[in-house]
């Protein structure tokens, strides 16, 4: 079976059911619009910058993939991605001053601001394909990791951050990030994948779980400090995926 075949399984195999889609589509979509409505008035309400409004959006999003796949697994994954990619979509349609828009768009990333929200998403979409697709029993690890992990990275860099590092950008803007925002992006992830260790019980809670969740943690700052700009949404649902399957830590 090539590869065209097997991603045709996938999505297949991991379709909702009519009815799941007829009863889940609605809901999933308003939540999906008040989760980017909470990050926009917070944008232009309480006047927090972009760097802390597009992390609330993007936390309150992973947080529910989590609890979804908790519950729904691969299927409910898929169907709240959709609906997640239509009111992404629809805040691109209406563009720069809309309050769905501007709770996105880093002014930093001017005159790409419109890239820079494509490119985030597009990369959390591979890494969640990715994750489902080749690590299904392993995929929550990446979800937490960047759910809380990166939630956390940009807020601490934008509030604290004192010693900066430049990162690739394949757009024409200058990015960097901060020695204090991967600090945080460590002690997150290992706060959070402790978390989902001691909630879903398909993780080994043996002795060697702090090993595997210092181990997945170390590894996964690595990489987001390395990671392009925008691309950290990719790079951070696999790796910890990945890591826990060579480590073994969950049962199928």
């Known amino acids: 079976m090539n590869l065209l075949e097997q991603s045709a399984s ?6 909702p059911t009519p009815k799941a889609l007829l009863l889940g ?9 008040l989760c ?9 309400r309480l006047k927090l910058k972009t760097g802390y409004t597009r992390k609330v959006f993007h936390f309150l999003i992973f947080a529910t993939v989590v609890a979804v796949h908790g519950l729904w697994k691969t299927p409910g994954v898929c169907l709240f991605g959709g609906m997640t990619s239509l009111v992404i979509a629809y805040a691109l349609l209406r563009g720069p001053g809309n309050i769905m828009y501007e709770a996105m768009a880093r002014e930093s990333d001017a005159p790409h601001r419109t890239y820079y929200i494509i490119i985030p998403y597009l990369a959390t979409l591979v890494g969640g394909l990715l994750n489902n697709a080749f690590f299904p029993t392993t995929a929550l690890l990446g979800y937490v990791v960047t759910g809380l992990g990166d939630a956390v990275a940009e807020p601490v860099g934008t509030k604290f951050g004192k010693h900066r590092y430049t990162v690739p950008a394949f757009r024409g803007v200058k990015a960097t990030r901060s020695v204090e925002g991967s600090l945080a992006v460590f002690l997150a992830s290992a706060l959070a994948l402790a978390v989902c260790f001691a909630i879903f019980p398909q993780f080994d809670l043996s002795g060697q779980a702090i090993v595997a969740i210092i181990l997945i ?9 390395v990671s392009p700009h925008g691309w950290d949404n990719a790079t951070l649902q ?15």
């Open 217 to 225: 943690s170390s590894v996964s700052t690595a990489v987001e400090a």
């Open 238 to 252: 696999v790796i910890p995926a990945l890591l826990g399957t060579i480590l073994n830590v969950a049962r199928s």
């Open 10 to 15: 996938f999505l297949l195999n991991n379709c």
């Open 36 to 44: 980017l409505l909470v990050a926009g008035i917070c944008r232009n």
């Open 25 to 33: 589509c609605p809901v999933a979509l308003l939540w999906a619009a």
